[in-house]
C-alpha cells in the first residue's frame, strides 16, 4: 500500500485529499502511475487530462515522469506550480 496524497485543484476534481492504494506491479515510474490513476475514474480521469502537466513528488520529494517508484511510502500528486 501507498499513501497517495492530491493537492490544489487536483484534490477538487478526484473528490479527496489522500488514499491508500495498492498500486499494480506493471507501475513502475511517476508517469505510469499518473496514467494508471487516471483510469480510475471520471474524477481521476479529469484530474489528470494532461498528465505531462502533473507534478509528482516520491517521499516529499519532485520526481520527473521517468523515475521510478519503487519504494514509495508517499506520493504526492499535484498541478503545475506557478511561481510569485
Known sequence: MVKLVYFAWVRERIGKGEEELDIPAEVKTAGDLVSWLATLG???????????????????????????????????????????
Open 42 to 84: 471520471e474524477g481521476y480521469e479529469e484530474a489528470l487530462r494532461f498528465p505531462k502537466a502533473i507534478r509528482v513528488a516520491v517521499n516529499q520529494e519532485h520526481v520527473e515522469h521517468h523515475e521510478a517508484i519503487a519504494g514509495a511510502r508517499e506520493i504526492g500528486i499535484f498541478p503545475p506550480m506557478t511561481g510569485g
